[in-house]
């Protein structure tokens, strides 16, 4: 993920906009804008505020990236990643609506409660089939997807991509069988930004500030 896609993500996942996270990390909102958008580089030091204000913190892990896996028998174009990621439990259990209004999903739009492992299951199989690597960030969680990947119904070049790497996050013990075997795959070791305690104190900081109170 890029740098300034991770600010957005950050923002994002904690349910800030623009404005309320510029307010927070002590700058202005179009100069995060553009940190966001990538026409404009903040610095280690200013990128690590930013984000610790979004209620997070940086840590060294490695890199998450995405591969675009030609359609097969019929089937279009998906995305794989090169590891599993974790969410805020707050996005991982809320409830979503998809196809969102930026989506052209063969789909009807309808809400998931993402809380309940039936929906969840069906959000994740729409999400794995027609979702780009924002929206996989956005929706899914990587520790959950390997608890219910064996109730998901998947085509098979979908399952057979993402199995090597649901195989090597599972202990050994709850493996399956070599002959579900996909083959071999990356490292599936779970990457997340973590929260951070400083984050509570910026927040109180701004509320007392707030013209608006």
Known sequence: MSGHSLLAYARRAAGLTQDALARLAGTSQPTLSAY???TKAPSLAVAERIIEAAGHRLEVAPNLEFVEVPGQHGLHPFWLANQLWRQAPERAFSTVVLPGPHHDWPSPR???RLREREDRARAYE???REGSPSDLLDYVDGAL???IWKELDLP???RRAWLPLIRKTLPKSRRPRASDSGGNGPPGALIRLRPSRRSQYLRQDASDDDPSR
């Open 156 to 158: 098979d070049p979908i």
């Open 145 to 147: 997807l390997v608890d």
């Open 126 to 128: 729409l999400i794995l």
């Open 36 to 38: 966001e958008r990538g």
């Open 110 to 112: 309808r809400p998931y």
